[in-house]
């Protein structure tokens, strides 16, 4: 510095709360606890100690008060007078491993519930997430925030401490980066010429990211940090002592509301460059159960409950309350440390019970919806349900009563003729049973529908009536009532059981076009393009519909897409590293072929067709550490499943084994059928495009594995997944034009038994305790999916079509709705939710285009709002929604 001016010194005292980590919830909320109970004492008694940050995240809050309830009004004061700075996050999240709704679901919890505190504060804190999705400017945008904190995933083209962070659509915040991380300033010393000492060194260290007259920002705290009680007193003294800097304990926004804007270099799209700091790429492969269950709790609530609640549903009937807690679930789940399982095998069992238990909501909500879809129906008979905003027929699978011939359009899985049986029993045993059997399913067709009493002179005979679709009201209480009389007249009377059941058949068929979010009755469709199953076992079997063909290789366990060879490889490598990186051991042994293979044929169509392709491998059952080679051998049985459906593109894969080996990375690669030097995969309501590397360093090694959420493209190649999230693009040649890829390798397991590592080949420095964990090894099934189509597609649709099946309900009739029709139109964009907010119809929705669309919601009118509910424009017909963006549009009279 020149001349006699002090740099400014912003101290931001603050603590970085995992809320479960290297330790659960439980053990890591004690010390919470006792952290709290401490600041609050603090803030109170020390006026010198103005401010402190709780971490950006509400759920810190709420585990605090759960435990001290009686403190909350502390909390307000503190809070409400500036010296507790709250939110605007419910939690830290991870932004690549969940969906953009997700995000946004965060960012309103955690506003709505700061809104008890005065306010959240108004910056987009984002100090450890492992890398920034592309439009997480956007959204921060629209929730009225001009300013994000960032870390991780800052690129090299970044070299100020600065720069204007710009998402695709064109919205924009000024980004602050952590050049140190949000630790540069934890465990001051509590002496002042110590602390000048320390900030001289700070300086030095910030070089060209600190220009010659701007305040020095520095984060008072780190992971779990307790606030150090003499930082008022400490910071007094080095005031006094020097006039080189001056110090201030203050705010995120006080020192970024007079942060220069000027000049600042302007960064677009994703942050997820390993420069400067880690960012853990490794994280969307480990654990895939982990994954598996997210992408399946998110799609119950967002893509079922939601918007089949709240079309088809009374709006009095919205099942907000149930829903909350389902959230709740989901976003304490996507904290960084719980949905990227780089956690202990405690905290990752807690995670996956909360996964389930959000699904286990959504999907009951969903049937509760479908029931009420069903009992509407004026007609009686099966209805079809789409809950997605794409039009679409799909396969459909019913019971149906088995009458006549079942058609050539429709496939048969099961039949049971309609013979009644009936058997002699206790009459105390047949009371107890009768109990049991309202509205009971006695197998996987059989539902109770009616039973009924007689008696002659031989005894009393109960009927039980069987059907293949649930029914409420059978008289069981009034029959218990009725067979107790009989029975104290008659004690020694024989008691009978008849079960009385019409033939049924199971089918599949193919259900004609499905309005979005609308319904049909179940009617099978003609096959416009049938499915076969031909060949055998030795020669080879094809699975075709005209549209696509599948020709699976008896000998290498492969197939052939469309006349593209090679699909469905296995390679399977050693891997050294830990729950946040894959590092290969530094002697490894891939195996990509199998010792045998047998093919074995299955449905063979016309609506459906697979076939198992059951390959055995033999490998390397461990890397030891001693050799750092991997060791011993084990037998893999690893069956993959081929399903083609008729009138579609897509080829269905399954693969199912159990897991025998630890320290290892199991990949599937998959041919492109051009070169690619690119890949375009789907992240929160945005489709990012990729090259062929990634930046690191050698504390980080670049590797391009990169996320994607449902699906990712290269090379006229589209992959579709349920959880699957890490692919990397691979068999990289350099023709003159470039370097290009000739494969997709999409991860299907990494086994690792560390939660961090020393001394790895790609990251050589611990990312966290070096804690031996069994779970990340995977021991026991694994069973994933993904789907492959080939040609121009749109993924959005095709996304939808594998993973959100249309779906059915019984109509007893008599209601008012008609044989078909639709809740709600919506043209011009994807959606990404449909729900309701104070009893009003919301829809949100996004453009993954690079050109403007315009978004019809016929017979509608609302207003666009904000994320935070606010109005920002009329809607009277169609609008216009610019390249990559995102709205929210709440409907009138709905």
């Not at 700075?85 to 491993?97: K, N, Q, S, V």
């Not at 956690?343 to 389930?356: E, G, I, K, N, P």
């Amino acid at each position: 510095m020149t001349g006699t001016a002090r740099r400014g010194v912003a101290v931001v005292p603050h603590t970085h709360w995992d809320r479960e980590w290297y330790e659960p919830f439980q053990r890591f909320r004690l010390r919470l606890v006792r952290l709290v109970d401490d600041l609050l004492d603090l803030l109170e008694r020390d006026p010198s100690y103005r401010h402190f940050l709780l971490d950006g995240q509400l759920a810190v809050v709420d585990d605090y008060l759960e435990i001290r309830p009686e403190h909350e009004d502390r909390l307000r004061a503190l809070a409400a007078a500036g010296r507790l700075t709250l939110g605007p996050w419910y939690i830290l999240m991870d932004e690549f491993l969940v969906s953009g709704e997700t995000i946004v679901r965060n960012l309103q919890l955690g506003m709505a519930r700061g809104a008890a505190f005065g306010g959240v504060m108004e910056v987009g804190y984002l100090p450890d997430m492992f890398g920034h999705v592309a439009q997480m400017p956007q959204l921060l945008a629209q929730a009225g925030f001009g300013h994000a904190v960032v870390w991780r995933g800052v690129p090299s083209a970044v070299d100020r401490s600065a720069f204007v962070w710009e998402a695709p659509d064109g919205s924009s915040v000024r980004a602050e980066y952590l050049v140190a991380g949000y630790g540069n300033g934890a465990a001051l010393p509590s002496d002042a010429k110590q602390l000048v000492r320390r900030l001289r060194a700070l300086e030095e260290e910030s070089g060209a990211f600190l220009a010659e007259e701007s305040p020095m920002l520095l984060m008072n705290g780190t992971d779990h940090q307790r606030p150090q009680p003499w930082l008022g007193r400490v910071i007094g003294e080095a005031n006094g002592l020097q006039d080189e800097f001056a110090l201030e304990i203050t705010t995120l926004p006080d020192y970024l509301a007079s942060a220069p804007v000027d000049g600042l270099p302007t960064w677009t799209g994703e942050l997820r460059s390993g420069y400067r700091s880690n960012v853990l790429m490794g994280v969307a492969s480990n654990r895939v159960d982990v994954k598996q269950a997210a992408a399946r709790a998110e799609r119950a609530l967002e893509q079922l409950a939601e918007p089949l609640s709240a079309l088809f549903l009374p709006a009095e009937r919205w099942p907000g309350r149930v829903l909350d807690v389902a959230w709740a679930h989901l976003v304490r789940n996507s904290a960084h440390d719980s949905v990227c399982a780089c956690s202990t095998d405690d905290v990752v069992d807690a995670v996956l019970h909360r996964y389930a238990e959000a699904r286990h909501i959504g999907e009951g909500l969903a049937d509760e919806a479908l029931t009420a879809v069903g009992r509407s129906m004026a007609a009686p008979g099966r209805v079809v349900a789409n809950p997605t905003a794409h039009a679409r027929g799909g396969l459909v699978d019913v019971v149906v009563p088995a009458e006549g011939e079942s058609g050539p359009d429709v496939q048969v899985l099961f039949e049971r003729s309609g013979r009644p049986g009936s058997m002699t029993v206790e009459a105390e045993a047949l009371r107890e049973m009768l109990g049991l059997m309202q509205g009971a399913r006695l197998d996987e067709h059989s539902w109770v529908t009616d039973i009924s009493l007689a008696e002659d002179e031989a005894g009393v005979e109960v009927t039980v009536a069987l059907g293949h679709e649930p029914r409420d009201g059978a008289p069981v209480e009034e029959v218990k009532r009725e067979l107790w009389t009989r029975l104290t007249a008659r004690p020694d009377a024989e008691v009978r059981l008849v079960f009385d059941q019409p033939p049924i058949r199971r089918l599949l068929a193919r259900q004609d076009e499905v309005a979005g979010f609308g319904w049909a009755r179940f009617a099978p469709a003609p096959l416009q393009h049938p499915v076969t199953c031909s060949g055998d076992a030795t020669t080879g079997v094809t699975l075709a519909n005209g549209l696509v063909t599948a020709e699976i290789d008896p000998t290498s366990g492969t197939f052939a897409v469309d006349g593209v060879p090679g699909y469905g490889r296995l390679v399977d490598g050693g891997d050294h590293g830990d729950t946040y990186n894959y590092s290969p051991p530094p002697t490894d042994t891939e195996v990509d072929a199998p010792d045998t293979v047998v093919v074995v044929p299955g449905e063979t169509g016309p609506v459906r067709a697979t076939c198992d392709i059951v390959a055995t491998y033999t490998w390397p059952a461990w890397v030891d550490d001693a050799t750092g080679a991997r060791a011993g051998a084990c037998r893999a049985d690893v069956t993959t499943t081929l399903e083609v459906r008729a009138d579609e593109r897509a080829v269905r894969v399954r693969t199912r084994f159990v897991n025998p080996a630890r320290d290892h990375r199991l990949r599937v690669h998959l041919p492109l059928p051009r070169p690619a030097d690119r890949s375009r995969a789907e992240c929160a309501f945005a489709v990012v495009e990729r090259g062929l590397t990634a930046e690191g360093r050698p504390e980080e090694f670049g590797l391009p594995t990169f996320p994607s959420r449902r699906f990712v493209q290269a090379g006229g190649l589209t992959v579709v997944h349920e959880g699957l999230l890490e692919y990397e693009l691979v068999d990289v040649a350099g023709p003159p034009d470039g370097p290009r890829a000739s494969t997709l390798a999409l991860t299907l397991l990494r086994a690792t038994g560390m939660l961090s590592r020393l001394g790895m080949a790609l990251r050589p420095l611990p990312a966290g305790p070096m804690t031996p964990l069994a779970g990340p090894q995977l021991l026991g099934p694994v069973d994933v999916s993904y789907a492959l189509a080939l040609g121009e597609v749109d993924p959005f649709r095709l996304a939808d079509e594998v993973l959100v099946p249309l779906v059915t309900a019984a109509g007893p009739g008599g209601g008012w709705r008609p044989d078909h029709g639709s809740e709600l139109e919506v043209t011009g964009a994807e959606v990404s939710s449909v729900r309701r907010h104070a009893g009003a119809l919301e829809v949100r929705v996004f453009n993954p285009a690079a050109a403007t669309t315009t978004v019809a919601l016929p017979g509608r009118t609302g207003w666009l709002v904000d994320l935070r509910g606010g109005p920002v424009a009329p809607v009277a017909g169609p609008f216009d929604l610019r390249p990559f963006g995102i709205a929210t549009v709440r409907l009138d009279g709905s």
